[in-house]
């Protein structure tokens, strides 16, 4: 497997952001002018895209309990978080252990501003600027080697990622390379938009550039399922 190089992201509060458009469907502030314009352009072809984003949501919310209260996972490294404020992994997974510690890795360095800014006094959560598309970069950051314990069970969280990856990309290389790293017991937890409620037109890859969102419906096969044990 080979490493991929992350050259650190770019930002531009013009170029519409998933993460922004996510948050902005969650009826949250952490967005700008061109990621609401973005946003509605979605709505306006896919109406149910907000109640979608926020059952997603939802389904992070549950997931995050049960392997916290239920299997005892006590470390998570959520990929893409967007900004850790409602329904947070770091709230869910604290109902039931104080002491979970999560990693909560973005592209956008503005989200990971806000985060840091948000959870500066709180010493179980961090916060990175990250590719999901070089995930050496992740693996091997300083922050994580301090703050999460691959030789223990960890759970990492792809929830409403993959769907940005194209199969240029490789998602199946991108999760096999935290899925081999990490130790037996752990979890990983996927959600992924599929074509099933999306226009023909928005699952053309030209027509999502065109709208300046990126995000390709389906999964590959292999993938899919909401989560398993590794």
């Not at 049960?66 to 709230?91: K, M, S, Y």
């Not at 928005?202 to 390709?216: G, N, T, V, Y």
Request: with cysteine; aromatic share 8%; glycine share 6%.
């Amino acid at each position: 497997m080979t490493t991929r190089e992350f050259g650190g992201p770019e930002f531009s509060p013009r170029t519409p952001n998933i993460t922004r458009i996510y948050d902005y469907l969650l009826d949250g502030k952490d967005n700008f002018a061109d990621d609401r314009f973005a946003a509605e352009q979605l709505l306006d072809a896919v109406p149910e895209a907000r109640v979608a984003a926020k059952a997603n949501r939802a389904f992070l919310g549950r997931a995050v309990c049960f392997l916290a209260e239920d299997c005892g996972i006590r470390q998570f490294i959520d990929i893409g978080t967007g900004p850790p404020t409602q329904g947070a992994v770091h709230e869910a997974a604290h109902e039931y252990a104080s002491d979970a510690r999560v990693l909560y890795v973005d592209y956008d360095p503005i989200v990971t501003a806000h985060a840091r800014a948000l959870l500066a006094d709180n010493e179980t959560v961090m916060a990175v600027n990250g590719d999901l598309r070089y995930p050496d970069g992740i693996l091997e950051h300083p922050v994580r080697r301090m703050h999460i314990d691959l030789k223990q069970p960890v759970a990492v969280l792809l929830v409403a990622a993959l769907h940005s990856i194209t199969d240029e990309e490789d998602p199946q290389y991108l999760v096999g390379a935290f899925t081999n790293r990490i130790a037996p017991g752990s979890y990983l937890v996927v959600s992924h938009v599929t074509g099933d409620d999306v226009p023909a037109d928005l699952q053309c890859r030209d027509r999502a550039e065109e709208m300046r969102w990126r995000a390709w419906p389906g999964m590959p096969d292999e993938l899919k399922g909401s989560s398993y044990a590794c």
